[in-house]
């Protein structure tokens, strides 16, 4: 009889542990589970752009990536800076929630219209976002111990920065224009080479108008494109129309 206890008393004895190990597993799960989710709630996202697929952002890429939560929490953007119509900026901008921080290598890279990202910081800040720029240190709030003394010398030192990067583009395009102009005084051309009337198109271009062969014929007679055969039959008439009148 005792025996019989004893092995009922074992076996309740090992449910007990067993109950507790589960409890204890699941509380552990929870517990990881929530500092998951703090930690991915406050999230270091890092920003790369340049302004061509030509441009390299390895060198933003380097720095950026250090400082990122995870891999996946580094975005790369290949679009002008002129405005903030890009969409991996945007759909990131939706994803960053309240206490997530943004890092960029160079204010610049947020982007350089003056007054449009005086507008994207302030929407930034309103949304608890902060924005960490490391070639400027003094933008960055998160090391000022007073909050409201660090919003107040960011959003100083923001609006010099973004007013001298808007006139820098503003000064490049000035430049750009000055340099075209130059070159255009000494007679270089820009864009597609012109292409010049092939030697026999007023022959093709009368068999055509006469209805002898077809447009598709006198493009491949000429190795002509249809809009470039069309651009000069529309200029041939406009002659043809000329002679007449003056006739």
């Not at 507790?20 to 270091?44: D, E, P």
């Amino acid at each position: 009889m005792d025996k019989i206890e004893n092995v009922i008393a074992a076996k309740k004895e090992t449910e007990r542990t067993k109950q507790q190990g589960q409890q204890c597993s699941h509380h552990k799960k929870w517990y990881t589970s929530i500092f998951n989710l703090r930690r991915i709630y406050m999230a270091v996202w890092g920003y790369a752009r340049v302004s061509t697929a030509q441009q390299n952002e390895d060198r933003q890429i380097v720095e950026l990536r250090p400082l990122v939560t995870t891999e996946s929490h580094l975005l790369v953007e290949k679009q002008s800076g002129k405005d903030f119509n890009r969409p991996i900026y945007m759909s990131l901008k939706n994803i960053m929630r309240k206490g997530d921080t943004l890092v960029i290598k160079s204010l610049d890279r947020l982007g350089r219209n003056y007054e449009q990202m005086k507008d994207e910081w302030k929407d930034l800040s309103d949304k608890g976002i902060k924005v960490k720029v490391l070639d400027t240190p003094m933008l960055n709030t998160s090391k000022y111990e007073d909050e409201l003394m660090g919003k107040f010398v960011s959003d100083v030192v923001f609006s010099v920065l973004s007013y001298v990067a808007e006139n820098e583009r503003k000064n490049i395009k000035e430049r750009q224009k000055e340099g075209i102009a130059a070159a255009k005084s000494k007679g270089v051309k820009f864009g597609r080479p012109a292409v010049s009337f092939p030697h026999d198109f007023d022959l093709v271009y009368k068999k055509w108008k006469n209805g002898s062969i077809t447009a598709v014929v006198a493009m491949e007679s000429l190795g002509l494109k249809k809009t470039t055969f069309y651009k000069f039959a529309k200029e041939k008439d406009s002659q043809t129309k000329s002679i007449q009148l003056v006739e």
